[in-house]
């Protein structure tokens, strides 16, 4: 399949919510610690670095929000790669890890970060936790809502469902290996279900592949021309937290810190709950 690059949200937050954000890492930077009040790390006082990025989808719509701030307010440059947390796809995080390709950060699901420094693929303690998010399901607008709204619904409309997409990621994997057996519909999801690599669900479903995709739900709502029906019911959902890590052998360590920080700070928070994640960073 061919891969999908994440689409920028910035017309769907507002500007001058955008304006805000900047303005409180700027005003707040010498209580946050993240260098960036005036003269400490600004492209005149600062040699600007280049950062290398490698990021999963969950935190993809804050990220591409928060970016560009960074690099207006640092003079830093930010290249980013972007792939699935966990499978082995060819352009998922572990297989380009695998195959030595070179990051200062990597962000994705807590646990597959956790993996990765055990196998001594990101620095061991290096991790910072940003955002939160929940799995959710979508369908193509003009076609019925089905209802999710309870564990028996959610059963219900898997059984109905004729074709069904999911996620080769983090929340795909909890589907496949834990939510289905659970339901005890994984034998009746054999053959209809159908779990997408290199691709946003979303995308699948738009086109008509599938009847409903499921995805964390900051992966979701992006796609204005589906209906997002809601996150899973609470007794059966996933909350997982996205994480940033520094990379074993990154060039710039400490400014990859200082990005992550950033990241994480509690000014952000804004921009990463309008995209239907829970902020980690406490206000």
């Given at each position: 399949m061919t891969a999908i690059r994440s689409t920028p949200l910035q017309s769907s937050v507002p500007s001058t919510l955008r304006r805000r954000t900047l303005g409180a890492l700027l005003g707040g930077a010498l209580s946050l610690g993240l260098g960036l009040a005036l003269g400490a790390a600004t492209p005149s006082t600062a040699a600007a670095d280049e950062i290398r990025v490698v990021t999963s989808g969950g935190f993809s719509a804050a990220y591409d929000q928060l970016i560009p701030l960074y690099e207006q307010a640092t003079g830093h440059k930010v290249v980013t790669s972007r792939g699935a947390s966990m499978g082995n796809a060819q352009d998922s995080i572990p297989s380009r890890l695998a195959r030595g390709e070179q990051f200062d950060i990597v962000i994705l699901a807590d646990g597959a970060?956790?993996?990765l420094a055990a196998q001594g693929k990101v620095e061991a303690g290096s991790r910072v936790d940003l955002a939160r998010s929940?799995?959710?399901?979508?369908?193509?607008?003009?076609t019925p809502k089905p209802d999710i709204s309870t564990v028996d619904a959610l059963k219900q409309t898997l059984l109905d469902a004729k074709t069904i997409a999911y996620s080769a990621s983090a929340s795909g994997t909890y589907l496949a290996n834990e939510l289905f057996p659970r339901l005890g519909v994984a034998e009746q999801m054999?053959?209809?279900?159908?779990?997408i690599l290199s691709e946003r669900v979303g995308a699948v479903v738009l086109r008509g592949d599938a009847d409903i995709g499921f995805q964390q739900v900051s992966e979701l709502l992006p796609f204005k021309e589906l209906e997002f029906v809601?996150?899973?019911?609470?007794?059966?959902?996933?909350?997982?937290?996205f994480s940033a890590g520094v990379a074993t052998g990154a060039k710039s360590p400490e400014t990859a810190r200082h990005l992550i920080r950033f990241l994480a700070a509690p000014a952000a928070a804004p921009i990463v709950r309008s995209t239907g994640m829970e902020p980690a960073a406490k206000p």
């Open positions: 970060l956790d993996n929940m799995i959710g399901m979508s369908v193509r607008k003009g054999k053959g209809k279900a159908t779990r809601g996150p899973l019911p609470d007794e059966v959902q996933q909350r997982v937290f």
